[in-house]
């Protein structure tokens, strides 16, 4: 006999899951209150790594129906999403979202809608990718400078390589300029490769 359960999620601690409860009550499901998991955590947590979430997968088995009011309850990144769901699949829990009008996205139209809207975050993430570059590359031919500021200027990198050349440790000179001993591995390795 299939059970229900009902994984309710909030990402900050003002927020509260009441009504992603009603909506699923208001859908007509009736899920006993020990098989409500709710969850505040960040939905770019995956879901495998959200305690609560990991709790209830123990609990899940063949045949039972796992109710989400949104898509982004499992999951803010699609992939992740999509790997939930086909994991749950492969232990034979239905999913079920009440966003996509209660359907079930283990049956054969919710894996359509789960591959549609995984084209479209990828397409959207193609785009943002782009536009990204297209802004590098748009502040670069500006003169803009990318990165990091430098840790010292060449007046202080000069003193630092000549320091060096006259035999003072790595560690002596990152204490004597105040900077990490991997920037003085990093000034002296630039150095050499300039003068290779």
């Not at 900050?12 to 969850?39: C, H, M, S, W, Y």
């Amino acid at each position: 006999m299939s059970r229900t359960f009902l994984y309710a999620r909030v990402s900050t601690a003002d927020q509260t899951t009441a009504n992603q409860l009603a909506e699923v009550l208001a859908a007509g499901f009736a899920v006993e209150p020990k098989r409500i998991v709710q969850e505040n955590i960040s939905g770019s947590v995956p879901a495998s790594e959200r305690p609560g979430f990991a709790r209830l997968l123990d609990r899940l088995e063949a045949d039972d129906v796992l109710i989400v009011t949104k898509l982004d309850r499992l999951g803010r990144n699609a992939m992740d999403v999509r790997a939930t769901v086909e994991r749950l699949a492969e232990m034979g829990v239905r999913v079920h979202c009440l966003a996509l009008g209660g359907m079930d996205l283990t049956s054969a139209a919710g894996k359509m809608t789960m591959g549609v809207l995984g084209a479209v975050a990828e397409f959207e993430r193609d785009l943002l990718i782009e536009r990204t570059h297209a802004g590098l590359a748009r502040a670069r031919a500006e003169g803009k400078v990318m990165g990091r500021p430098r840790a010292l200027d060449d007046q202080k990198r000069d003193a630092v390589l000549a320091r060096l050349a006259g035999g003072a440790s790595i560690a002596a000179v990152a204490r004597d300029f105040g900077i990490s001993r991997p920037t003085v591995s990093r000034i002296r390795d630039a150095a050499q490769q300039v003068a290779a």
